[in-house]
């Protein structure tokens, strides 16, 4: 399956369009992600043609993605508590009086607050889903350069380079090969000993590529208690979803 990647700025903000050609596709199907927006065409469509149908629609695609963007805004309003490093705070949104352009999001002793600018508000609301993930994005990549690290010295397995990106359902990927290792943003949402069994089985990985008897010796030989961190993924997968 062919994939071709390329940025535009929808409200301030620069949107991945990830192109995706499928032999089994007849004619070209959008769907609309908080960060992403994804095209599949029919592999047989040529460039040109996508491009034409692209332009005449874009007005269409992106009133649709904004919609998309304000459901996800409703959701968040609508949950009283949300993670952060394993410990649940109240989630507040709140109108800034102040005379600001971005939606901001701060944590304090109790609380996460997504303040959105009262100017404009039907504008930025449809924004705060990028504010959410950007705090939890450089949570998660603050708390990897510390846990990352050590685990790496631990198991004594190296790696290259670390993405840290929003996912549904994935918590990490590994590209053995490269030795390129993939987390999601949401990490920060959990606590450090679940991060950890997530880290470890992405490291082991880079050493056993599929999930066979050698790979999960390895895990447990670092994470005996990876069933329990495992259950506990389980137990609050929904709480994790603010989109």
């Known amino acids: 399956m062919a994939v071709n990647k390329f940025y535009v700025t929808i409200d301030g903000k620069n949107v991945l369009v990830n192109i995706k050609s499928n032999?089994?596709?007849k004619?070209?199907?959008?769907?609309y992600l908080e960060s992403e927006i994804v095209i599949i065409k029919p592999t047989r469509m040529s460039n040109i043609a996508l491009k034409r149908v692209?332009?005449?629609n874009k007005t269409k695609i992106v009133e649709e993605y904004i919609a998309n963007l304000r459901k996800c805004f409703n959701k968040i309003c609508k949950l009283n508590t949300i993670f952060y490093d394993g410990k649940e705070y109240t989630l507040k949104i709140i109108k800034q009086d102040e005379n600001r352009s971005n939606v901001t999001v701060r944590l304090d002793e109790?609380?996460?607050l997504v303040?959105?600018?009262?100017k404009n508000w039907d504008e930025k609301k449809s924004v705060a889903i990028y504010a959410?993930?950007?705090f939890f994005r450089e949570s998660t990549k603050r708390m990897l350069k510390t846990e990352l690290v050590n685990w790496s010295k631990v198991t004594n397995i190296s790696y290259n380079k670390v993405n840290v990106k929003r996912a549904k359902t994935r918590w990490g990927s590994c590209v053995k090969n490269m030795r390129n290792l993939?987390?999601?943003?949401?990490l920060s949402m959990m606590p450090r000993y679940v991060r950890s069994s997530i880290i470890v089985h992405e490291l082991c990985h880079i050493i056993e590529a599929n999930h066979g008897?050698?790979?999960?010796?390895?895990?447990?030989?670092?994470?005996?208690?990876?069933?329990?961190c495992k259950k506990w993924l389980k137990d609050n997968f929904e709480k994790l979803s603010y989109d």
């Open 23 to 25: 032999s089994m596709s």
């Open 27 to 31: 004619n070209i199907t959008v769907r």
């Open 54 to 56: 692209l332009e005449d």
């Open 110 to 112: 109790k609380s996460l």
């Open 115 to 118: 303040l959105v600018p009262i």
């Open 132 to 134: 959410l993930d950007e």
């Open 182 to 186: 993939n987390f999601n943003l949401k």
């Open 213 to 228: 008897a050698n790979f999960w010796k390895l895990v447990y030989s670092y994470i005996p208690n990876y069933d329990e």
